[in-house]
């Protein structure tokens, strides 16, 4: 599991790469003639002689979402090509295809679309059939992108808090429940610092709520920055955020929740109202998970009190807490 990053959430505005068609032709004649219509057409397209080297194409991580095969093909058809794409684990992106072969019975055209093919186009064909067959392609394919990317967009704001960036409490949650369950399986511990940005509210008073959102998203920013790729971190609530460490504990956590502590207190923000300096009050504790699970609540209680803690003795502190064990 990665950490969490502060993403941009334009992903579902941002302008679609332009569809690229794959031509799997090993035909010379047809190769040129099909060549000198897609460039006169404008199309993007790479060419494969055979069908082992089409299918290494469609592979990379860039490959073409249109491929235009011949159905007989050196080392793999394009029948087969096509039953190999249908055969990609959920989730791998869609390519559609369009077969092209001198085959024209019926019993073969229903051979080509059980085999997973979008469209069929017998040979000699039509230029302008051709053009057709693409533009449908092609908009199919555009279809498809702008779907992933709106559906990309709803995921990011399931999960993410919209004005940091950062997990939502649910995700960052369900991420600490996810690590605990790992601890009991590895037989290690897990690290909960729990942060609370002080007299946050005299900032918004005083600086105006959009100074506040603004030392808000760069609180976040910074503990992503200061934490490993396989922690996590979320905003717990209005000016709080839960971090989460995994396999840390006594005084490993207690030096990372300091460099937390510093990563926020140590230089001021940048806001239009200029130069604000904040600082954290944070609560640490260790989960020692052993043998069976523990109510997120309670841990949470546990991390809240620590933080209390810190608080009440002068804010702009740590307050380590001792393991909490499950026997």
Not at 187 to 203: C, E, P, Q, W
Request: net charge neutral; aromatic share 8%; with cysteine.
């Amino acid at each position: 599991m990665h950490r969490t990053t502060v993403i941009d959430r334009s992903i579902g505005t941002s302008a679609q790469p332009a569809v690229k068609i794959l031509l799997a032709e090993d035909s010379a004649i047809y190769r040129r003639l099909i060549e000198t219509h897609l460039k006169e057409w404008g199309f993007d397209f790479v060419y494969a002689k055979d069908g082992k080297e089409a299918w290494k194409l469609l592979g990379q991580q860039d490959a073409a979402r249109l491929a235009l095969l011949d159905w007989v093909l050196p080392e793999v058809d394009g029948v087969e090509l096509c039953r190999r794409l249908r055969g990609r684990p959920e989730g791998a992106p869609y390519t559609y295809t369009i077969l092209l072969t001198a085959k024209s019975r019926k019993q073969e055209m229903l051979e080509a679309m059980d085999a997973g093919a979008d469209d069929f186009l017998a040979k000699p064909f039509d230029p302008h059939e051709l053009k057709a067959r693409l533009l449908v392609g092609k908009r199919i394919v555009e279809l498809q992108q702008k779907l992933i990317s709106a559906n990309d967009a709803l995921h990011f704001a399931a999960c993410h808090d919209f004005l940091t960036g950062v997990w939502n409490r649910a995700e960052i949650l369900g991420f600490l429940q996810r690590e605990l369950a790992r601890a009991r399986r590895d037989v290690t511990n897990v690290g909960i610092v729990l942060v609370d940005v002080d007299h946050f509210k005299k900032v918004n008073d005083q600086f105006g709520h959009d100074a506040g959102d603004c030392v808000l998203k760069e609180i976040a920013k910074r503990l992503v920055n200061a934490l490993r790729e396989y922690d996590g971190v979320g905003r717990y609530g209005g000016e709080e955020f839960l971090v989460v460490l995994s396999g840390c504990s006594g005084d490993h956590l207690k030096e990372r929740a300091e460099q937390v502590r510093r990563a926020i207190s140590d230089l001021p923000f940048s806001t239009t109202q200029g130069p604000i300096s904040v600082s954290l009050s944070v609560g640490a504790i260790t989960i020692e998970n052993r043998d069976k699970s523990l109510p997120i609540e309670a841990l949470l209680k546990q991390a809240d009190a620590a933080l209390y803690g810190a608080k009440a003795s002068g804010r702009d502190r740590v307050i380590y807490s001792e393991s909490f064990v499950a026997v």
